[in-house]
């Protein structure tokens, strides 16, 4: 008979179980894998026979496999990832099922035709990470799309928001809605006309003001921004609960410690010497975490919405939060001097920062102060501020002492120490952009970093000793053929990966320790990330190589990931083992959770990142024809790809519009050759450009190099580089 300890799985999970391996599963494996013993045998082998028979699987004597009705589908363009995928939705999936993301990706150039909203046939080649193979473009299109309208005489023109290339439609006279220029709205396609022409169903807003701009990557990859009135009634409702069982932190003083900018604060840290005397210069810290479980029952409408969403995606005017405000900005969010509930982790670290012991448990409590990153920094090194001396001497000095420690496990670790520059858009009071500048790193942020690793390793070593289904973070090492091909680029600076012995953290910290010497030392960065994996969420654990750790989970973000919710979930199962289940989830489930999730998340990234860039190119348009340096950081047969230094922002130098000479592209040493004057633009070179175009709607800047670079070229910075 099954488990006492999990219930009788349904058809629906022993679908979902058959579907998520590769290749063909025997019948006995099915029962192991749900525990199913003795007479209850027979009542599996009833069940799959009612699948087959219904067709959702295939039947091959014992064994079982997935029905190939994933192999073809129909997708809707959504939009594009940072990897050149399409990212697409079908358009037909089982009804009890949440719709997934399907990356799509051509051998051709053939994907250039699609805009978003198109129709597509794909054929799946990965069920498991849901990639697809591009077959054919589809005729028919959905009946709605989104763009910005320019006024054409009596009607206009419908311009995509399409990055690849410039795609517009007519509005006829009589079709506008009463549309102005430069306004973002939605369309439908005229019947009997379709492909031809277009009318305006509603106004979004102005691509003149700077609020509207997030509007574009909400309605391009449809993120869900609205909630339903059941989610926000059960929000509003939600209430602090009393001490009851919980532990009493409320006098310990703990503190959020965020950006300026933040806007939800589900984190507080502390830290004091241990007293032990076994642990001499030893630290206990905690880490208090939202409790977001205590109001997100699973299966609820709050449940419902957050899993939908995955994730909060963070705009530079907005976020679209997973959680209504009511949580996210409130009950979960831990303000000073007001009683939260909290799921906390106490961990005793040793002088070397290795972790000793920890223990979960759910409390209350009452954070002390609400710091900022250039706050806590500022206290630390003795500058003046307006914190009290108290929350100096006994957080921020034991904080800062306990990272200490933590760096020493971090060094001896070894981490890939990757730490990429990010830039931060600056809005004023009208929601224009101010400025554009490189976000600081400060020890403070590497502090509450190393802090939150160590709750999540916590997390992650306490459900495995407890031997519980956890959701982790996992990490793959890299693919042979990324590993190759950065090979042979490197080999172009005189840098090196060894052959012949599994590639690890160190191999790249060597490199991108080497790569300081390299006017592309940038370049050289954003390669070495790229050959890495995606990182992406599974219940099955194959360490994380990003962090050189065996186990690992996300725990400390629960207002924002969907993903640490279920870790809440699975800690307060074992810690408390309440009456009514906390952790309804099987491992099929999980499975299924991991992949949405994984691309939700993918997706955010992509609608963030395009966002900045339309962000950045509207700031930037006032100043078309201005003179900034700039540092190649990409070169291809069809142009060179900059970043400026004053504010990060990048663009492109099209080969074409370099009208002095025509230029021919080196792969191998990473540069292009002027064919007549020998003009050279290497990998790394810096040099002077002028701001040539910019686009909001696209996210593009084009620039042109105003004169002769500055830095040597490759060759001589080479050959100083050896001496």
């Known amino acids: 008979m099954a488990s006492s300890s999990q219930k009788f799985p349904s058809s629906e999970d022993i679908l979902a179980f058959i579907n998520s391996h590769e290749g063909e599963i025997r019948r006995r494996e099915i029962a192991q894998a749900f525990h199913i013993k003795g007479s209850d045998r027979i009542i599996l082998k009833q069940m799959l026979k009612e699948l087959v028979e219904k067709q959702a699987i295939q039947q091959r004597g014992k064994y079982y496999q997935r029905k190939d009705r994933l192999n073809l589908l129909v997708v809707k363009i959504m939009g594009v990832d940072e990897e050149g995928y399409l ?136 993120l869900p921004h609205e909630f339903s009135p059941q989610s926000i009634d059960l929000a509003e409702k939600a209430e602090v609960p009393p001490l009851g069982r919980r532990e009493d932190l409320r006098k310990v003083p703990l503190v959020t410690i965020d950006d300026e900018d933040a806007r939800d604060f589900d984190d507080a840290v502390w830290a004091s010497p241990d007293p032990d005397p076994k642990n001499p210069n030893g630290w206990h810290l905690i880490v208090a975490i939202a ?281 307060v199962e074992v810690i408390e083992k309440p009456k009514v289940q906390a952790f309804p989830y099987t491992l099929p489930q999980l499975k299924a959770i991991a992949e949405h999730i994984s691309i939700t998340e993918r997706v955010a990234a992509s609608a963030e990142r395009e966002t900045t860039e339309r962000y950045v190119a509207a700031y930037l348009k006032d100043k078309i024809g201005e003179n900034f340096m700039a540092r190649i950081n990409g070169v291809t047969e069809f142009a060179m790809f900059v970043t400026i230094e004053e504010n990060g922002a990048d663009g492109i130098i099209p080969l074409r519009l370099l009208g002095d000479d025509y230029y021919i592209y080196d792969q191998k040493k990473q540069r292009v050759v002027g064919r007549r004057k020998k003009r050279i633009y290497t990998l790394g070179d810096r040099l002077k450009v002028t701001l040539h175009e910019a686009e909001p709607l696209l996210g593009g800047l084009t620039f042109l190099p105003v004169q002769e670079k500055i830095a040597a070229d490759h060759k001589n910075t080479r050959r100083k580089n050896r001496r």
């Open 87 to 222: 990212l697409c939705s079908p358009e037909i999936w089982p009804e009890h099922e949440e719709k997934p993301l399907i990356r799509v990706f051509s051998k051709s150039n053939k994907i250039n035709t699609l805009n978003p909203e198109d129709l597509a046939l794909v054929r799946l080649k990965d069920q498991k990470s849901l990639v697809a193979e591009f077959v054919r473009k589809l005729d028919e299109k959905t009946n709605r799309v989104m763009g910005v309208f320019e006024i054409d005489g009596e009607g206009g023109r419908l311009i995509l928001p399409e990055k690849r290339r410039k795609v517009e439609y007519l509005i006829p006279a009589g079709q506008t809605f009463n549309a102005q220029q430069n306004d973002l709205v939605e369309a439908e396609w005229i019947q009997g006309r379709r492909g031809e022409s277009l009318k305006i169903t509603k106004i979004l807003g102005s691509l003149n003001t700077p609020k509207s701009i997030s509007l574009i990557a909400i309605h391009t990859y449809e």
């Open 291 to 571: 409790d977001v479980s205590a109001y997100v029952t699973p299966k609820d409408a709050l449940d419902h919405e957050a899993y939908r969403r995955g994730n909060s995606v963070y705009f530079p005017d907005r976020v679209v939060p997973m959680l209504p405000e009511a949580l996210s900005n409130n009950i979960c969010s831990l303000k000073p001097h007001e009683d939260r509930a909290c799921l906390a982790v106490h961990l005793w670290i040793n002088q070397q920062g290795r972790l000793l012991r920890h223990t979960f448990t759910r409390a209350l409590m009452r954070s002390a102060a609400r710091l900022t990153y250039t706050k806590a920094q500022a206290a630390f090194e003795g500058h003046k501020t307006d914190l009290p001396y108290d929350i100096i001497k006994q957080v921020i000095r034991p904080l800062y002492g306990a990272y200490k420690a933590l760096c020493s496990e971090r060094d001896k670790r070894g981490p890939l120490d990757l730490d990429m520059p990010e830039e931060r858009i600056y809005l004023d009071e009208k929601g224009q952009v101010s400025k554009i500048a490189p976000r600081p790193r400060l020890t403070s942020h590497r502090l509450i970093e190393e802090f939150m690793i160590l709750a999540n390793v916590a997390a992650a070593i306490e459900l495995e000793t407890r031997q519980h289904l956890c959701m982790y973070r996992v990490h793959d090492e890299p693919s042979l053929e990324k590993v190759d091909a950065l090979r042979e680029f490197l080999k172009g600076f005189d840098l090196s990966l060894p052959k012949g012995q599994a590639i690890r953290p160190k191999v790249f910290n060597y490199i991108l320790e080497k790569a300081k010497e390299s006017p592309a030392q940038a370049a050289i960065h954003q390669l070495v990330l790229r050959a890495q994996a995606q990182a992406v969420y599974s219940p099955e654990n194959i360490g994380h190589f990003g962090l050189n750790l065996p186990r690992y989970c996300h725990f400390t973000s629960p207002i924002r990931r969907y993903a640490d919710l279920i870790v809440h979930r699975a800690l």
